[in-house]
């Protein structure tokens, strides 16, 4: 996985509001140590605000930031992507004639993220991407990847690198476009619809 930015405000609002509430844990901990008279002993470290910030930071980025209640209160507006998607593209190569099967997985974290696409011919990985969420019509992931052709793919096909920026509709599809790199200069449409079988809505 890898780390992606978003223009939602959130990165920087999060991180203080965990500060603050790891502060106060470390402080109400240091009043209960010394209430029940409890002495920590000298090879464990007391409890640190730095301690409960590191706990409770890798805590929201794997698993609070999908909570429903945690959305509602608008503290995080990042999608979440996690996930088999299904469906096809279409591709300048035949003059977008042919469907192709797609099959997208995404693993997401509040942080990092991978998107895998495969075909029949190839799989591709991305390597940095972005979520954009501040457009009130729709938002949009944006990503770079790197294509490896199947050992049964046309001899003319080759590694290469690419551009994808795929909408988000009412998070159910992804649609959109790629584009091949230079060497290729093919380009294409994508359109995936997810399997809601395999994961939960956030």
Same mark, same amino acid.
Request: charged letters at 15%; a positive charge.
């Given at each position: 996985?890898? /780390? ?16 603050? !509430?790891?502060?106060?844990? +470390? %402080?109400?901990?240091s ?14 470290? +007391?409890? #640190? ?17 999908r ?7 608008? !503290? ?8 088999? %998607?299904?469906? @096809?593209?279409?591709?300048?190569f035949?003059?977008?004639? *042919?469907?192709?099967?797609? *099959? ?5 974290? %509040?942080?990092?993220? #991978? ?13 940095v /991407? ?7 019509? @729709? ?15 046309? *001899? ?7 551009? +994808? ?6 998070? #159910?599809? !992804?649609? /959109?476009d790629?584009? +091949? /790199? ?17 994961? *939960?809505?956030?």
């Open positions: 996985m890898h /780390g992606y930015s978003t223009d939602s405000n959130e990165r920087r609002v999060v991180p203080f509001l965990l500060a603050a !509430l790891a502060i106060a844990l +470390a %402080w109400m901990t009043r209960l140590l010394a209430a029940t008279h409890f002495s920590v002993p000298w090879w464990v470290g +007391a409890p #640190s605000s730095m301690g409960f910030y590191g706990a409770l930071y890798t805590l929201f980025d794997k698993h609070v930031w909570n429903r209640f945690i959305r509602k209160l608008g !503290l995080v507006r990042v999608p979440n992507l996690t996930g088999r %998607w299904r469906g @096809y593209l279409t591709s300048s035949d003059a977008h004639v *042919k469907q192709r099967e797609v *099959k997208i997985q995404i693993f997401q974290t %509040w942080t990092q993220i #991978s998107i895998i696409l495969s075909t029949a011919t190839s799989l591709s990985r991305s390597c /991407g972005a979520i954009q969420v501040a457009d009130p019509d @729709y938002i949009t992931l944006i990503y770079q990847y790197e294509n490896q052709p199947q050992a049964s793919a046309l *001899k003319m096909m080759h590694m290469h690198y690419g551009t +994808a920026m795929l909408r988000i509709s009412n998070g #159910s599809f !992804l649609i /959109g790629y584009y +091949a /790199g230079p060497d290729r200069g093919t380009f294409g449409r994508i359109l995936c619809r997810r399997q809601w079988n395999t994961v *939960k809505a956030a």
